[in-house]
């Protein structure tokens, strides 16, 4: 009997020393987790939670102004659809500006809340802040550098878009808009007796804009004719006059004029548009005339030669001109141009192969060179002006 009840305290005794442990274990493990309910929250500050919320929210405004401000910059190479829907354009640019302007204030609002914190201004408007962010030096600096994070948009200290509306052209700028422009077409030459239209006129300048209205230009012409002598009687009339017909024909010889030059001038823009930019303008230039018979075989006769006559002048010109730029793209267009142009004054210097005095056609030759580079000369040119 006695054996039975000291084996029944000794079950007893190793039942609630397990049940001990058992109950050690339970009291000393890790919370269980049941959909989150019954597991231990981190400990957390309230307010750092509320500034750290509002910063991100700073830090959401930020990339839609950023996106605001892309758009708004696609919008200003869009010539066509800002000409179309100005009034939509305007209003787009005062919304984002007053965003900008909303987020600068929010900005310094902080920047200012920051110096307050880490006591780098010292105001009473700083003693709300100091109270309420308290805490060590490396609190502090926690606060500063998540602030700054939040904030990581220093362009936007002012206006990314201006309210300005331009007046300017909407495709290029201005001094380093280079402009390539060649053109054709046709030249009437009007003088005191002959009027002859030129087979060939061409040339291309290269100019520059200094300004929204002005620019300068330096360009190369050249001109092409041919004509008949039809001055010449002296078939008819002088002692030469046996074989000459024969020689060249009884219409006379014919006559090939050629020019070529430099000029420099400048141009007004009437308009500012971005299409169609009607100018005036005027230049100087200086050019250089060949004249020559195109049968040039010789013939002579007791006192006359003839054959081998040529005629060459360098000359200053003086053109005005009126036309317009059309644009097609922004880097190309066609231009439309009227000039006139004329020799100013006596010639820089002429040349003659031979003397006129014993050869009547050189100084028929002369004479007519002289007549055509102090003529008044209007042109029609069509041209296309290429933009670098």
Same mark, same amino acid.
């Given at each position: 009997?006695?054996?039975?009840?000291?084996?029944?305290?000794?079950?007893?005794?190793?039942?609630?020393?397990?049940?001990?442990?058992?109950?050690?274990?339970?009291?000393?493990?890790?919370?269980?987790?049941?959909?989150?309910?019954?597991?231990?929250?981190?400990?957390?500050?309230?307010?750092?939670?509320?500034?750290?919320?509002?910063? =991100?929210?700073?830090?959401?405004?930020?990339?839609? #102004?950023?996106?605001?401000?892309? *758009?708004?910059?696609?919008?200003?190479?869009?010539?066509?659809?800002?000409?179309?829907?100005?009034?939509?354009?305007? *209003?787009?640019?005062?919304?984002?500006?007053?965003?900008?302007?909303?987020?600068?204030?929010?900005?310094?609002?902080?920047?200012?809340?920051?110096?307050?914190?880490?006591?780098?201004?010292?105001?009473?408007?700083? *003693?709300?802040?100091?109270?309420?962010?308290?805490?060590?030096?490396?609190?502090?600096?926690?606060?500063?550098?998540?602030?700054?994070?939040?904030?990581?948009?220093?362009?936007?200290?002012?206006?990314?878009?201006?309210?300005?509306?331009?007046?300017?052209?909407?495709?290029?700028?201005?001094?380093?808009?280079?402009?390539?422009?060649?053109?054709?077409?046709?030249?009437?030459?009007?003088?005191?007796?002959?009027?002859?239209?030129?087979? &060939?006129?061409?040339?291309?300048? &290269?100019?520059? #804009?200094?300004?929204?209205?002005?620019?300068?230009?330096?360009?190369? #012409?050249?001109?092409? !004719?041919?004509?008949?002598?039809?001055?010449?009687?002296?078939?008819? #009339?002088?002692?030469?006059?046996?074989?000459?017909?024969?020689? /060249?024909?009884?219409?006379?010889?014919?006559?090939?004029?050629?020019?070529?030059?430099?000029?420099?001038?400048?141009?007004?823009?009437?308009?500012?548009?971005? =299409?169609? =930019?009607?100018?005036?303008?005027?230049? !100087?230039?200086?050019? =250089?005339?060949?004249?020559?018979?195109?049968?040039?075989?010789? /013939?002579?006769?007791?006192?006359?030669?003839?054959?081998?006559?040529?005629?060459?002048?360098?000359?200053?010109?003086?053109?005005?001109?009126?036309?317009?730029?059309?644009?097609?793209?922004?880097?190309?267009?066609?231009?439309?141009?009227?000039?006139?142009?004329?020799?100013?004054?006596?010639? &820089?210097?002429?040349?003659?192969?031979?003397?006129?005095?014993?050869?009547?056609?050189?100084?028929?030759?002369?004479?007519?060179?002289?007549?055509?580079?102090?003529?008044?000369?209007?042109?029609?040119?069509?041209?296309?002006?290429?933009?670098?």
């Amino acid at each position: 009997m006695k054996s039975s009840n000291l084996l029944v305290l000794a079950l007893a005794l190793s039942f609630a020393t397990a049940y001990a442990q058992e109950e050690e274990q339970v009291l000393n493990s890790d919370p269980i987790n049941v959909d989150g309910y019954l597991a231990d929250r981190p400990v957390t500050d309230g307010e750092l939670e509320q500034i750290r919320s509002e910063l =991100r929210k700073q830090k959401t405004s930020t990339e839609l #102004n950023k996106e605001k401000a892309k *758009d708004l910059g696609k919008l200003a190479n869009q010539t066509d659809k800002l000409l179309d829907s100005q009034d939509q354009y305007i *209003d787009q640019k005062i919304e984002s500006t007053k965003a900008i302007k909303q987020f600068n204030k929010e900005y310094e609002k902080n920047q200012r809340k920051l110096e307050c914190i880490m006591e780098e201004l010292k105001s009473r408007d700083c *003693d709300p802040y100091k109270s309420l962010y308290g805490g060590t030096r490396e609190h502090k600096e926690e606060i500063r550098q998540e602030i700054i994070l939040a904030q990581a948009a220093p362009a936007y200290h002012a206006p990314v878009v201006s309210t300005e509306i331009s007046s300017g052209p909407a495709w290029g700028g201005y001094v380093e808009n280079i402009k390539l422009l060649p053109y054709a077409g046709a030249t009437s030459f009007s003088g005191k007796k002959e009027q002859i239209e030129a087979e &060939l006129a061409m040339g291309l300048r &290269l100019e520059s #804009n200094i300004n929204s209205r002005f620019s300068i230009g330096i360009g190369f #012409n050249f001109a092409q !004719l041919k004509t008949q002598d039809f001055a010449n009687n002296g078939f008819n #009339n002088q002692p030469y006059n046996q074989g000459y017909a024969g020689a /060249y024909g009884a219409s006379g010889r014919e006559i090939k004029y050629r020019s070529m030059g430099l000029d420099l001038y400048g141009k007004f823009f009437i308009t500012n548009g971005a =299409r169609f =930019r009607p100018y005036l303008g005027a230049g !100087l230039g200086y050019s =250089r005339a060949t004249m020559a018979y195109t049968d040039n075989q010789a /013939y002579s006769q007791p006192g006359y030669a003839f054959g081998s006559e040529e005629y060459k002048n360098s000359y200053a010109t003086g053109t005005i001109m009126a036309g317009s730029e059309i644009m097609i793209t922004p880097g190309f267009g066609i231009n439309l141009e009227a000039a006139y142009s004329t020799g100013l004054g006596n010639s &820089l210097s002429s040349e003659n192969s031979k003397n006129p005095f014993n050869s009547p056609d050189q100084g028929r030759l002369q004479q007519l060179g002289d007549e055509i580079i102090n003529a008044n000369a209007l042109s029609m040119f069509v041209g296309a002006v290429v933009i670098f």
